[in-house]
């Protein structure tokens, strides 16, 4: 199998069906994140590290072909399956347009669902998967997030992977209201009492490591969550 979890992102608005996946590919080694529409999915993909997507066409809110267009732009390597109901030649052609590598037909067999993901993890190297920028300008900062560190003036500090995915995901929603449930649940996978304590552990390092910027803020909203006050270039 892999040496570390692969990480899917299972965009399903058939809940009874997502989480028959989820159960299936986690027992086989896999970590999945279940998004229940294409808005839900997009905004966790942004703000995550995936091997992997598994796109149903037909979503509320945002469907899987627009879905597959976003992710896309934003990253040209990370291997997209749809998974639909419809087998209509000029959906598989639209789907594969849009660069997805691979197309299953509902109802399909598990198993080969299961081979299909592992050809294609094992195709795309990781750091390609996941797509990140070698460097990610934040004001005056360059953070480096393959690397875990940042970088002022000549001057570099390393981070812990845990600070790191959570800086990230703060840049991903940069200027926007960032709902605290929805960070807890997309990074640690559940919100509760002691992942919401250790996140404000890491909140509070993370300012103190971006101190030497001033126009760099990570504001409270009360009874919400977060903003991570970036200024524009």
């Known amino acids: 199998m892999f040496k570390e979890k692969p990480r899917i992102l299972l965009a399903e608005d058939d809940l009874n069906l997502g989480i028959l996946l989820v159960d299936y590919l986690e027992a086989e080694g896999f970590d999945v994140k279940l998004c229940k529409d294409g808005e839900l999915a997009i905004k966790a993909f942004h703000g995550g590290r995936f091997d992997l997507c598994l796109l149903d066409v037909m979503m509320p809110k945002l469907d899987g072909f627009s879905l597959a267009k976003e992710m896309r732009l934003a990253n040209k390597e990370i291997p997209l399956i749809?998974?639909?109901?419809?087998?209509?030649?000029?959906?598989?052609?639209?789907?594969?347009?849009l660069g997805a590598d691979d197309y299953i037909t509902k109802p399909f067999d598990e198993e080969e669902l299961l081979w299909k993901i592992k050809a294609l993890i094992r195709r795309v190297p990781k750091n390609k998967a996941e797509g990140r920028a070698e460097i990610i300008?934040?004001?005056?900062?360059?953070?480096?997030?393959?690397?875990?560190?940042?970088?002022?003036?000549?001057?570099?500090k390393r981070i812990t992977e845990r600070e790191s995915d959570i800086l990230n995901y703060l840049s991903a929603h940069r200027n926007n209201?960032?709902?605290?449930?929805?960070?807890?649940?997309?990074?640690?996978g559940e919100n509760d009492y002691f992942f919401g304590r250790s996140l404000d552990v890491?909140?509070?390092?993370?300012?103190?490591y971006l101190k030497d910027d001033p126009e760099i803020s990570i504001e409270n909203v009360f009874g919400v969550g977060f903003i991570f006050n970036v200024p524009a270039k």
């Open 202 to 208: 890491f909140i509070t390092k993370i300012r103190k």
């Open 82 to 97: 749809f998974i639909t109901a419809r087998s209509l030649k000029d959906d598989k052609l639209k789907g594969y347009d």
């Open 137 to 156: 300008p934040i004001g005056k900062y360059a953070f480096d997030f393959n690397n875990q560190s940042l970088s002022i003036a000549g001057k570099t």
């Open 177 to 188: 209201v960032i709902k605290r449930e929805e960070l807890l649940k997309d990074l640690w």
